[in-house]
């Protein structure tokens, strides 16, 4: 993703340019444009995308999450050490 100092560093460039790199200066600085508007319609997707979810969405993903919980094998195997050494230490 593009950062403020690429922008700034980008800002810079233009100022200087000389009428005989103009082109390359032009390409370049397109690509860099080009990406930091995909990032950008990326980035608003998601937002769109977690905003579109209403409060009853989440709701019910809760109540199916609490149904059927997903929980790796890994997960499962930590809680269980961790209870059992509850148990054996009595706290």
């Known amino acids: 993703m593009l950062s403020i100092e690429e922008i ?3 800002i810079e ?4 340019v000389k ?3 103009l082109q390359e200066l032009i390409d370049s600085n397109l690509r860099i444009l ?3 508007a995909l990032a950008v319609d990326a980035n608003n997707k998601q937002i769109i995308d977690r905003l579109d979810k209403t409060p009853e969405w989440y709701m ?3 109540e ?4 059927n919980p997903v929980i790796d094998p890994v997960t499962m195997r930590q809680v269980m050490v961790c209870s059992l050494k ?3 230490h009595g706290d």
């Open 8 to 10: 700034k560093l980008l």
């Open 13 to 16: 460039k233009l100022e200087k």
């Open 19 to 21: 009428k005989e790199d």
């Open 34 to 36: 080009k990406d930091l």
């Open 60 to 62: 019910k993903d809760r």
């Open 64 to 67: 199916e999450k609490v149904k």
């Open 86 to 88: 509850t148990l054996d």
